[in-house]
């Protein structure tokens, strides 16, 4: 076993503490919290203990896999997501960072559970795809933009991802009239979505825009209907919609929510799908 493995396994096992932990909890109070007063006045994952142990869990991950990202770029010598492997490892750290400061400033403790085993399925999926640092394709030998266009997907994706979990607590949260104890207010999740949402989409803008010039550079060809491509511009196009519904939250009900379920689909298919079941100019990349 590499220490980069190792380094991924510690990680996938902090994850898992703080998913048994919240389980836990969640299992043994909720019910006994949720019939006595609401989600929003109740403690989350709790108490105090679990919070501590979670928020330990998760910054335990967050170390772990930062060390993994480090060694591999110094192995490498390059940025350290050219392939599948190494994209799922940066989303899951940033997917962990994200929540970590904006739990610094909303009342979401509830929403580590959800944080932590959607980034425990990420390290699985970098632990089980080939992960050889290989050399790379031609088309991808260009340093700055092999940082900055796959990063910024990769952040957007990252950030997108926990828009998505406050979305599926808000909705959780409408169909039981708040009061699923371990999770935070239908209020709270949906104003962390739509601050994720703010912050994701001019990074998936933008990481649209700087592929286009890759593209032009590597292919002569600022687009080239490649299913990447395709994925990518579709699943820009949801989130844009999103970004119309929003405003209109009276009319919209829980259409703005759904929204951002869809478009997790779309970013789940544009990392994955789009690589590993329809072969294109993309398909030895990770974004």
């Known amino acids: 076993m590499t220490l980069s493995t190792g380094l991924l396994l510690g990680a996938l096992a902090c994850l898992a503490v703080v998913v048994v932990a919240g389980m836990g909890r969640a299992v043994l109070l909720a019910p006994m919290l949720a019939a006595s007063r609401p989600a929003a006045t109740a403690t989350p994952l709790g108490g105090d203990a679990t919070r501590r142990l979670s928020g330990a869990g998760l910054l335990g991950g967050l170390g772990l896999l930062v060390a993994a990202i480090t060694l591999r770029a110094v192995l490498a010598g390059r940025a350290p997501w050219a392939n599948l492997s190494e994209v799922s490892q940066a989303m899951a750290a940033i997917l962990l960072a994200s929540y970590l400061v904006a739990a610094r400033r909303q009342p979401i403790a509830g929403l580590g559970l959800l944080v932590a085993g959607l980034a425990a399925c990420l390290v699985v999926i970098a632990l089980v795809l080939p992960d050889e640092i290989i050399p790379l394709a031609p088309a991808l030998q260009a340093p700055l933009l092999l940082t900055i266009h796959v990063g910024a997907a ?16 808000e909705l959780l ?3 039981a009239g708040d009061r699923i104890a371990f999770l935070p207010a239908a209020a709270t999740a949906r104003t962390l979505a ?5 912050v994701a989409f001019p990074i998936l803008t933008a990481a649209i825009v700087l592929g286009s010039v890759w593209a032009n550079l ?3 060809s600022y687009w080239n209907n ?4 395709l994925a990518a511009a579709s699943t820009w196009l949801v989130y844009a919609a999103y970004l119309h519904v929003a405003g ?3 009319r919209a009900g829980r259409l703005a929510a759904w929204l ?3 478009g997790f689909v779309g970013v789940l298919f544009t990392y994955l799908g789009a690589s590993l079941l329809f072969p294109g100019q993309h398909s030895y990349a990770g974004v």
Do not use: C, M, N, T
């Open 218 to 220: 590597a292919w002569r």
């Open 226 to 229: 490649d299913p990447k491509e």
């Open 173 to 175: 949260q409408r169909g």
């Open 154 to 169: 990769i952040a957007a994706y990252a950030v997108a991802g926990l828009a998505f979990l406050a979305a599926a607590g």
């Open 248 to 250: 209109r939250r009276d």
């Open 194 to 198: 739509h601050r994720s949402v703010l």
């Open 260 to 262: 951002l379920v869809l």
